[in-house]
């Protein structure tokens, strides 16, 4: 779990705290937690350091899905992808127009698959996880969701 921010640190990280609460609370294991600043070499250089070393089948990031100039977390990812995964993005839009309104428009939330790893952006307040994690990321990084899930399709997505 990577928090994308120039001010936040553990002590103050409420989002990241609220989401790691709920990958816990679902049953998955936490691998690791950083804080990186809104540099999109940095961000691209750690989440490739996580794909490279195997340290997980998903990540996901709060902060810097934003319009101002230091939101740059899709760039990063641009840098790091293989695939788009355009429906979260939309998805997430939906679920949080029905909490902020039109103020989701704002959002730049997205996912890409990288290198057989899911790697999703959130933005970065309390609210944006709730409404990611709760309404998208929980059924689908649940075996157990039907019709289908992004669990089930894990050990093929390195297919070449």
Same mark, same amino acid.
């Given at each position: 779990? @990577? =928090?994308?921010? %120039?001010?936040?640190?553990? $002590?103050? *990280?409420?989002?990241? !705290?609220?989401?790691?609460?709920?990958?816990?609370?679902?049953?998955?294991?936490?691998?690791?937690?950083?804080?990186?600043?809104?540099?999109?070499?940095?961000?691209?250089?750690?989440?490739?350091?996580?794909?490279?070393?195997?340290?997980?089948?998903?990540?996901?990031?709060?902060?810097?899905?934003? @319009? =101002?100039?230091? %939101?740059?977390?899709?760039? $990063?990812? *641009?840098?790091?992808? !293989?695939?788009?995964?355009?429906?979260?993005?939309?998805?997430?839009?939906?679920?949080?127009?029905?909490?902020?309104?039109?103020?989701?428009?704002?959002?730049?939330?997205?996912?890409?698959?990288?290198?057989?790893?899911?790697?999703?952006?959130?933005?970065?307040?309390?609210?944006?996880?709730?409404?990611?994690?709760?309404?998208?990321?929980?059924?689908?990084?649940?075996?157990?969701?039907?019709?289908?899930?992004?669990?089930?399709?894990?050990?093929?997505?390195?297919?070449?």
């Amino acid at each position: 779990m @990577l =928090t994308v921010s %120039d001010t936040r640190t553990f $002590a103050d *990280d409420t989002s990241g !705290d609220l989401l790691v609460e709920r990958i816990k609370a679902a049953g998955h294991n936490l691998a690791t937690r950083a804080i990186e600043r809104d540099d999109p070499a940095a961000i691209a250089s750690r989440l490739n350091t996580w794909i490279d070393e195997r340290l997980c089948d998903a990540v996901i990031t709060t902060g810097g899905t934003g @319009l =101002t100039g230091r %939101d740059v977390t899709p760039e $990063a990812l *641009d840098r790091i992808k !293989d695939k788009d995964i355009p429906g979260f993005g939309e998805l997430f839009r939906w679920v949080s127009y029905q909490t902020i309104g039109t103020s989701t428009v704002q959002s730049r939330a997205c996912a890409v698959l990288a290198r057989g790893v899911y790697v999703f952006a959130l933005p970065g307040s309390n609210g944006a996880v709730k409404d990611g994690w709760d309404a998208i990321l929980a059924e689908q990084l649940d075996s157990r969701n039907r019709p289908c899930n992004f669990v089930e399709l894990m050990p093929r997505l390195r297919e070449i």
